[in-house]
C-alpha cells in the first residue's frame, strides 16, 4: 500500500471510529433515558383547553396543571399533557377529542393513571346530551381500562365557567353546574372509577381566570390542590 492509500486509509478507519463512538453514546443514552421513563409512574392528563393550559397559553410548559402537578409530585412521576383546546368527550360535535390523533396516544402510552377533565365543551346548548354523554364517557372509562397498564382513573368535575348569559355556542355554567356536577359521579360510580371534584374550590373565584374559563396560574395550582387532597397522589418531599 503506497503511502497515500495509507493516509487515506488511516483517515478513513478514524471516521468510522468516531461515527461508532457518536452512534454508542446516542444509544446508551437513549437507552438510558427509556429505562428512566419506565421507571416511572407515567400520568396521562386528558382534557380540553383547561388541560392544555389555554388560560396561561405563554408559559403553559410550566404553568399548565399537568406542568404544576408534574413539579409537585416529583421526579418519580412522568405527567403526559394531553390537552387539546376546543374539544368535547361527545362524538357528534365539531370537535370530539376521542377522534384525534393525540386522544390515541394517551392510550398508546399505557399510562398508570389517567385523569380526565372532559365536559366544559360539551355543556355547550348545540351540544349538549346528557343521556349520550353518560354512554360515551363509560364506553372511554372501558378503554382505559382495558389498557395492558390497569390504571388507575379518576374523572373530573370541570371548574365554573363564568360566562354570563353565554350564546349557545358557549360554555354554559347552568349545564355544568346544574347537570354536570351530579351526572360525573353517576358515571363514575358505575365505572368503578374516582371522581375529582375541580367546581367546587373554584366556583367563588372569577379572579382565579384568565377569560371567565380559562384558568390562570393560581386556578390552576388550585387544581392541582384539589387532585393533591381528593386523590392518593402526595406532593414530594422537599429538601
Not at 55 to 61: H, I, L, N, P
Not at 117 to 131: A, F, H
Not at 165 to 184: A, F, S
Not at 198 to 220: A, I, M, R, V
Amino acid at each position: 500500500m503506497t503511502k497515500h492509500r495509507k493516509k487515506w486509509f488511516d483517515r478513513f478507519i478514524y471516521i468510522i471510529l468516531i461515527i461508532t463512538a457518536i452512534y454508542s453514546f446516542t444509544r446508551l443514552f437513549e437507552s438510558s433515558d427509556t429505562s428512566d421513563k419506565k421507571n416511572k409512574i407515567t400520568i396521562a392528563a386528558v382534557g380540553d383547553s383547561i388541560t392544555y393550559g389555554a388560560g396561561v397559553a405563554s408559559t403553559r410548559e410550566t404553568d399548565s396543571y399537568p406542568a404544576l402537578l408534574q413539579e409537585a409530585l416529583g421526579q418519580n412521576y412522568h405527567v403526559i399533557n394531553f390537552g387539546l383546546s376546543g374539544r368535547t368527550l361527545l362524538s357528534h360535535t365539531a370537535k370530539p377529542y376521542f377522534k384525534e390523533s393525540l386522544a390515541k396516544k394517551s392510550f398508546a402510552v399505557n399510562p398508570d393513571i389517567v385523569i380526565i377533565m372532559l365536559g366544559t365543551n360539551d355543556s355547550r346548548e348545540v351540544y349538549w346530551q346528557p343521556k349520550r354523554y353518560q354512554k360515551e364517557y363509560l364506553a372511554v372509562i372501558k378503554r382505559y381500562q382495558a389498557l395492558e397498564s390497569h390504571p388507575k382513573i379518576y374523572i373530573m368535575i370541570p371548574p365554573r365557567v363564568f360566562f354570563e348569559n353565554p350564546q349557545p355556542t358557549y360554555p354554559n355554567n347552568k349545564v355544568v353546574d346544574g347537570q354536570l356536577r351530579n351526572l360525573i359521579p353517576k358515571i363514575a360510580e358505575k365505572a368503578g372509577v374516582s371522581v375529582i371534584d375541580q367546581y367546587k374550590g373554584t366556583e367563588n373565584h372569577p379572579e382565579w381566570f384568565s377569560d371567565q374559563l380559562h384558568p390562570n396560574l393560581e386556578g390552576n395550582q388550585a387544581i392541582v390542590q384539589a387532585i393533591l387532597k381528593q386523590t392518593s397522589l402526595k406532593a414530594a418531599k422537599r429538601n
